[in-house]
Structures are given as C-alpha cells and as structure tokens.
C-alpha cells in the first residue's frame, strides 16, 4: 500500500514558475514508476509527465521544454518543476504511483495560473 500525498499547488501569473511534491508513504518507493497527471472539469485525466523507476523521463509534448519531473528515493518523494506557465495549464494536478498491479493516486492539488 502506497499513499501519496501532494503539494505546492497555488495561483501564479502567466510565465511565473510553481514546484509541485508528492511525498509517498510505505515501502519500496523506487520501484514505482512515478508520473504526474492533471484535469479539468469536464475533461479527461491526461498524462503531464513520468519518471521510471531507473529515472527515464516522458513528457507530454504540451509541456516539453517547461515541465521537469524529478524523484529521490531516499526521500520517497517525486516532484514536477513548472516554469513559464500558461493560463491553459491550469488544472488539478494529481500524482500516480504504479508497479505491475498496483495503481495509486494522490487527492490532487489545484494549480491556477491567472493574471
């Protein structure tokens, strides 16, 4: 069993920056793959970003270039930096843990990027 938790949501203007956290609770944190999601109301979850548990990188191309994933397992934690953040990436931004079966979801966190 994993729990994850998130962090670091919050308002910005357009081209400010945000750093969301996840911490994970339970055992064997580095053998999950660990990926960032996000919705909006009315829409699908849609994958933002991913870490392997050998730390390979994906990301979706609507944030190539401005989103960072990044984990450290001896902290149990996976964060995503955002930099030059547009009005259309806001969303509930929700972390997953997975490994074979096992399928985990954070409660989400609320970023709004308005002027």
């Known amino acids: 069993q994993v729990s994850l938790v998130e962090s670091g949501g919050g308002l910005v203007q357009p081209g400010g920056s945000l750093r969301l956290s996840c911490a994970a609770s339970g055992s064997m944190f580095s053998i999950y793959a660990m990926s960032w999601y996000r919705q909006v109301p009315g829409n699908q979850r849609e994958l933002v970003a991913a870490?392997?548990?050998?730390?390979?990188?994906t990301y979706a191309d609507f944030v190539k270039n401005r989103f960072t994933i990044s984990r450290d397992n001896a902290k149990n934690t996976v964060n995503l930096q955002m930099n030059s953040l547009k009005p259309d990436d806001t969303a509930v931004y929700y972390c997953?843990?997975?490994?074979?079966?096992?399928?985990?979801w954070g409660q989400g966190t609320q970023v709004t990027v308005s002027s």
């Open positions: 997953n843990a997975r490994f074979n079966i096992y399928n985990y």
């Open positions: 870490i392997t548990s050998g730390g390979s990188t």
